[in-house]
């Protein structure tokens, strides 16, 4: 069944330490149990990368000298919170577990890391670090204390680490470290003690083995300014302090671990300046050993040592501001004060090698102590509330060298109380917890070495008590009266070994050497050479160059050496090197005692510092002396196994009926029923007051393999009821939805016929309302047309009526009133719209608006007529008088000639001038105007007809009132003058022509010569004021005969003038011509 990841995680939380277990992940459960299974356990698990074992809390470390993926973040996220048997071993759980109870618990808790050099105990305390670090509280400033925390580990490991034969990084110095939390588990701060760092590998080291890294580290990552500064030089061989034969270690990079080192610094809070003055010192340090002394033989026979090459000197005091004269003094010359006296003496060679050294020594030492308090300054907690504390120890372990000294002693004397204190915590904690628990039991003896630690301590009669009487004693003290001392004082105790001891029980031991004496500590026999330990015990200084320092312009120096003030000058002897150490592993003790242990117990699976070995003789001799069979042994002795009930139930509940899937009750009474129902033997458990203890590990796995077989069962039953529960939900699910849909359907359905319904039922409704409506209306126009009816019955009726009761009114006029009515209402509209049609005023125009009506034609054309009259009169009345003289003129001429004269027409257009002579203002015709006194009508040139030939000839004509005048045209001279009362007629033709004929009177006086015959342009205008005049003067009507032939009297002769059509010949021009005396031709064009 696939299982989403959510799910799969929630049922991991629900594992152990015995889910997928390589070996057994808790040597309390090994079956058998001794010492060849214990260490085959614990190869199968190195072997698999499992170097973490548990027994019972305390967590067996076997070092992989490889890296390991399993300290990665997402490895802590999993030990976080999680219970300590949950997961498999490591080093985290028991962090976690730590921490934890810190936290919640309110105990202060403290880490013992044990184990030899290079079994990984400075990288087990590292990681606890690193794991609390990370699982602890957050935030800005919480995270610049861990990280000054976790940065002070770099910085000491610097100065306080050296490559040895058995590690590379191996710790010079026992380091004990306090991380101080408030009440919620956020890091306050910290305080780190250090312990008897190895100062004498400052000016020495053994074979293969390096000084502090800190001087390599220089010398390889300082830049060429800062060496140039510290006049130090980047070769190694320079310096006497620095041994060559391992001056690189493989797999280290000492310039970038310099760089490393200066940032945690910078991290941790040194100043710059700080920063400088240590490397300054260390430079000092190292110059120191390049001093070299020679012999100067003395008058006293003494050989007084001097310095070979002041050079080195003279740098040093540059570079710490010694006074130069000062310290080359206190290397040759040692003063001692005693009782208000000071004496000076002389050193020899040895004596000023030893001073250097010491000095180098006490030097490095103390900056080394300077740096522990420095640190402790910058990551002190800055407030005062309670804090809960965490401890790590991380202290140098067991050492076995071929030349154990004065400092393996220490440091084996330190691991023996540590074993003490695991010892009273753990194996007696277990002892006491079956107390505790109200469980029968039969107490398992251990080795416990408390004897030992009398051995060394003890203040009466202890090795470091007589080593200290030694030195204290007045005389000469040697390390061989030291040994002699004790030869006396420990010859009886059975951890104790000396020749002299020996060879007083046994007489000859040549094992032992001599000067030396051998310790069975619980991790081994001892063989300590006593060559130095007075010495180191009494750890001198020279006074002169405790001075000389405390004299340096070099403020870190001046500080470093109080003493050297001469104002504090202090006769009392300082605490030997071994009390002072005695009393801090004291007091270390006293304060791990107060918490909370854990063990973190490292083994070294190998000598070669190398992966995949796992040498069995060694792990072997490290599980002996550090007991840890007896701590299962202890642990096991009446049950291999314990639990609290309630972790336990929960385990195991699913075994039962009654306990499975609750329990109700308290869990004992559950874990009774549990461990009743899987009948297992009642002498295999036993039940505690907070616990279930099993004696047997059998009955645990027995358990373990029942809990997997059901635990199958149960996720068989689990899928069971889940697919049971899918189908059925989805079953469930299907048939909501049916419903669902179903209603909806019909809802649907019921909608649709609902529609339906109501649209039929409108329908219907319409067409009945209709069907009603139609037949009220059928009714209501039936009603009407009837009241319509009886209307039209009733107005014709009336109408009858009146009628008949009026016609006799009516009958004679109406038609004529009507019609005359109409006719005078159309003439009205004839007359009104006839007065908007007017035509022009203009005579001419012939417009006229055509009749409307027939009957009105008379009067239409009438109007015509009137209207014609009326603008004729109004264009006449415009006329002036000689205008309308002409007119008349014009009009005579009409009369007289129209429709007769074919002349005439082309006379219509010419004005009647009558005078065309101007005869009054021509001054030719002088004699003639004078001649004439009446007015003068027609003045005109005419052609006179020659009676005789026809030919013509020009003649003035002359009209007067009453008379006829011819005048000759050139002269002006009258030739003729005719009364107008003579003239009787004027003839002439019916045509186009200008001749015409004046008849005159017969017997006249005028008529002697003939009748004129004569031609004018200007014919009928002269015709016509020729007869005018006549008739105004005569009062008689002057005959005008039109004839195209008549008779004229010329002198005696009737001649008649004869008008023909004359040919083309002679042009335009009329030709006159006597035919005969009784004819004249006029030819006419
Ligand atoms: N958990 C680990 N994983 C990988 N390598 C480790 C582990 N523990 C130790 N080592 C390796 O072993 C070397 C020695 O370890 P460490 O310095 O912790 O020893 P030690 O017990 O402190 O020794 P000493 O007593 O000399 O100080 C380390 O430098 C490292 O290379
Ligand atoms: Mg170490």
């Keep these: 069944m696939h299982m989403p990841e959510e799910t799969m995680a929630k049922m991991e939380v629900k594992t152990s330490l015995l889910d997928n277990m390589i070996g057994v992940g808790d ?36 070092n992989p000298y490889r890296s390991l993926p399993i300290y990665s973040p997402e490895k802590v996220e999993d030990y976080r919170n999680r219970n300590f048997y949950e997961l498999s071993p490591h080093i985290f759980a028991l962090s976690d577990e730590a921490y934890r109870s810190l936290r919640d618990q309110d105990k202060d808790q403290c880490i013992l890391i044990t184990g030899e050099s290079g079994a990984g ?75 008897l760092l190895e100062k004498s590998r400052v000016v020495k080291q053994p074979r293969g083995e390096r000084n502090f890294h800190v001087f390599y580290q220089l010398l390889s990552g300082a830049s060429e300014e800062l060496l140039n500064k510290l006049t130090l030089e980047r070769d190694f061989s320079r310096y006497n302090y620095l041994s060559l034969d391992s001056a690189k270690v493989n797999g280290v990079d000492d310039a970038a671990n310099f760089r490393t080192v200066r940032n945690a610094m910078q991290i941790v809070g040194f100043m710059d300046h700080e920063a400088e003055s240590v490397l300054e010192v260390v430079a000092a340090v190292l110059k120191l050993g390049n001093i070299e002394f020679k012999p100067e033989s003395r008058v006293n026979g003494l050989d007084e040592s001097k310095i070979k090459d002041k050079n080195e000197l003279k740098e040093i005091c540059e570079l710490t501001g010694i006074d130069q004269s000062v310290l080359e003094r206190a290397f040759s010359f040692r003063t001692v004060e005693a009782k208000q006296e000071k004496v000076s003496t ?19 030492s103390r900056l080394f102590s300077w740096l522990v308090n420095r640190i402790n300054e910058s990551i002190k907690a800055q407030t005062k509330v309670r804090k809960k504390v965490m401890g790590v120890l991380d202290i140098y372990g067991f050492e076995i060298f071929e030349d154990n000294s004065f400092e393996q002693f220490i440091i084996n004397y330190c691991n023996e109380k540590l074993q003490q204190i695991f010892i009273e915590l753990t194996l007696k904690e277990e002892q006491e917890e079956y107390i505790r628990e109200g469980i029968e039991w039969t107490h398992i003896d251990y080795f416990n070495n408390a004897i030992i630690c009398d051995l060394i301590e003890n203040n009466t009669n202890g090795i470091l008590a007589m080593l200290d009487e030694e030195c204290l004693r007045p005389g000469t003290v040697t390390d061989e009266t030291f040994l002699e001392k004790l030869n006396q004082v420990c010859a009886t105790h059975q951890h104790f070994e000396s020749r002299m001891s020996k060879s007083s029980r046994f007489l000859n031991d040549t094992s032992l050497p001599h000067s030396c004496f051998r310790i069975q500590h619980y991790a081994g026999k001892v063989l300590y050479q006593v060559e130095g330990f007075v010495d180191k015990n009494n750890d001198l200084l020279y006074r002169d160059l405790s001075q000389a320092m405390w004299k340096a312009g070099h403020t870190l120096i001046k500080s470093l050496f109080p003493e050297g003030n001469p104002a504090k000058i202090n006769l009392k002897r300082p605490p030997t090197a071994g009390s002072q150490f005695k009393a801090s592993v004291a007091t270390l003790m006293k304060n791990l005692q107060t918490k909370n242990p854990n063990y973190i117990r490292c083994i070294k699976p190998n000598d070669k510092k190398a992966a995949h070995i796992f040498s069995e003789a060694l792990v072997c001799h490290q599980i002996r002396y550090l007991g840890l069979l007896e701590n299962v042994r202890v642990r096991r002795a009446g049950y291999a196994f314990r639990q609290a009930y309630e972790p336990c139930l929960e385990r195991y509940k699913m075994l039962c009926k009654q306990t499975w899937p609750h329990w109700k009750g308290p869990a004992r009474a559950g874990v ?46 689990i899928q069971k009821i889940y697919r049971g529960w899918k189908c059925r939900t989805h079953f469930l699910l299907m048939r909501k939805s049916q419903i669902v849909i179903a209603a909806w359907y019909r809802r649907y359905a019921q909608q649709k016929r609902y529609q339906q319904i109501k649209s039929s039922a409108l329908v219907i409704q319409s067409y009945i309302r209709g069907w009603k409506a139609r037949k009220i209306l059928r009714e209501l126009k039936h009603q009407k047309r009837c009241e319509e009816a009886a209307t039209t019955i009733a107005a014709y009726w009336r109408g009858t009526q009146v009628r008949r009761e009026y016609r006799k009114f ?27 049609k007017m035509p022009s005023l203009s005579p001419v125009d012939k417009n006229w608006p055509p009749r409307p009506y027939l009957f009105l ?82 003045a005109e040139v005419v052609n006179k007809i020659n009676r005789a030939n026809g030919k013509s000839t020009s003649r003035i004509f002359l009209l007067t009132n009453n008379n006829l005048l011819l005048a000759d045209q050139k002269s002006g001279q009258i030739k003729s003058e005719v009364p107008l009362v003579d003239v009787t007629k004027v003839s002439m033709s019916s045509q186009n022509d200008g001749f015409f004929a004046v008849h005159l009177k017969e017997g006249s006086e ?64 009329p030709t006159c011509k006597r035919k005969n005396n009784r004819l004249l031709e006029v030819a006419v064009p």
């Design 672 to 717: 009774e029923v549990l461990f009743n129902e899987l009948e297992i033997p009642v002498e295999e458990y036993s039940f505690g007051r907070s616990k279930i203890f099993i004696r047997n590990p059998r009955t645990l796995f027995k358990l373990e393999d029942l809990r997997k077989q059901r635990l199958e069962d149960l996720a068989t039953l």
């Design 857 to 938: 034609d008379s009067t239409h054309k009438e109007l015509k007529r009137i209207f014609h009259l009326w603008r004729c009169k109004k264009y006449r009345d415009q006329f002036t008088d000689q205008q309308k003289l002409i007119y008349e003129e014009k009009l005579e001429a009409s009369e007289l000639f129209k429709d007769k004269k074919a002349l005439y027409p082309s006379s219509v257009g010419q004005p009647f001038q009558g005078a065309y002579l101007e005869i009054n203002k021509n001054p030719k015709y002088k004699k003639l105007k004078d001649a004439i006194e009446e007015k003068i009508i027609i």
């Design 1006 to 1069: 005028a008529a002697s010569k003939g009748d004129f015959l004569f031609s004018s342009d200007h014919l009928i205008e002269m015709a016509t004021k020729l007869y005018r005049t006549t008739l105004s003067q005569t009062k008689q009507k002057l005959n005008i005969e039109i004839s195209d032939e008549f008779l004229v009297q010329f002198r005696q002769d009737k001649v008649c003038v004869k008008f023909i059509q004359g040919n083309q010949k002679n042009g335009s021009v």
């Design 121 to 195: 105990k400075t990288e087990a305390s590292k990681l606890v670090m690193s794991y609390v670090a990370a699982v602890c509280g957050k935030g800005a400033e919480v995270n610049q204390v861990k990280e000054q925390l976790l940065q002070s580990n770099p910085v000491l490991e610097a100065f306080g680490n050296a490559k040895t034969v058995r590690n590379d990084n191996s710790s010079r110095f026992g380091k004990y470290m306090d991380i101080e939390f408030d009440f919620k588990g956020d890091p306050l701060g910290g305080v780190i003690s250090n312990y």
């Design 346 to 364: 002389t050193l020899n060679v040895a004596q000023a090698y030893y001073a250097r050294d010491a000095l180098a020594k006490n030097l490095y």
């Design 27 to 62: 040597m309390v459960l090994l079956e058998p149990l001794n010492e060849e299974t214990f260490i085959n356990n614990l190869k199968k698990r190195f072997d698999h990368n499992e170097i973490y074992t548990y027994i019972g809390s305390v967590v067996i470390s076997v």
């Design 810 to 836: 009516f009958r004679a006029n109406a038609g004529k009133k009507i019609y005359e009515f109409t006719l005078q209402r159309i003439v009205q509209k004839y007359f009104l719209e006839m007065k908007n």
